[in-house]
């Protein structure tokens, strides 16, 4: 059985809404939303890396896979954080889906 990854991912997405409520300059995920919320740098990235885990799929490449998919992951956190989408509310959906 997997690690549990849900509390991996509260305190990463905590840590991303606490950055972008503080907006430190040198913050990485400050710089992916602008002052205004506009997520166009984070949304490329997720872009970028959604392309990035397919091909590390694809060459059957699972550590690069696993560091892809993490990049991935982030960079979603940061979008929705940016777009007020709460994680609980990611997570009623997937239990609807299931």
Do not use: C, I, Q
């Amino acid at each position: 059985m997997s690690d549990d990854v849900g509390p991996v991912l509260d305190e990463l997405f905590a840590a991303v809404e606490d950055r972008l409520r503080r907006r430190p300059d040198d913050s990485y995920t400050v710089s992916l939303v602008d002052a205004d919320g506009d997520a166009d740098a984070a949304l490329e990235k997720v872009g970028e890396e959604a392309v990035e885990v397919v091909l590390a799929a694809k060459n059957d490449d699972p550590e690069a896979l696993t560091h892809e998919s993490a990049d991935l992951v982030y960079h979603l956190l940061v979008v929705l954080a940016a777009r007020d989408v709460d994680l609980a509310a990611l997570r009623a959906e997937l239990r609807e889906r299931r």
